[in-house]
């Protein structure tokens, strides 16, 4: 007679809980992460992302006019390199001033989540009415 395999299940959050402790051990954690794990892996994800190459540079909230930003000023924004940075600026001098953040999204390469992430940095500056 043969006996069946017993597999063994868990809950779903005891196995979060086995996965966290999995990453715990696996991170060395340093004096600096004093208010606890979570916290500390934040900071590192925070720290990893500013200092990858290619990092933009840091930008104030809604600090770039679309109208009237160069090319150059567009490749400071995340995920934003040359030749997207050029199409922008030829979509708006073809089609005019942008009247909103989101008509971005019309040029190839501007997705919503590249959106989403450059949204935060830019403005639109006041529109004169003819």
């Known amino acids: 007679m043969c006996k069946a395999t017993r597999i063994l299940e868990f809950p779903f959050s005891a196995t979060l809980v086995l996965l966290f402790a999995i990453i715990a051990l696996a991170i060395p954690l340093e004096n600096d992460c004093r208010l606890g794990f ?27 006019d ?28 073809k089609h005019g001033p942008f009247r909103r953040v989101e008509d971005l999204m019309a040029i190839q390469g501007v997705g919503f989540k590249k959106w989403k992430a450059i949204r935060p940095y830019l403005r639109v500056g006041r529109q004169e009415k003819k």
Not at 74 to 90: D, E, W, Y
């Open 66 to 93: 679309i109208n009237l930003a160069s090319a150059e000023d567009f490749q400071k924004l995340p995920g934003v390199g040359p030749k997207l940075a050029q199409r922008i600026v030829a979509y708006r001098q």
């Open 38 to 64: 979570a916290s500390c892996l934040l900071q590192r994800a925070q720290e990893s992302q500013s200092a990858r190459p290619g990092a933009p540079s840091k930008l104030a909230p809604a600090s770039l």
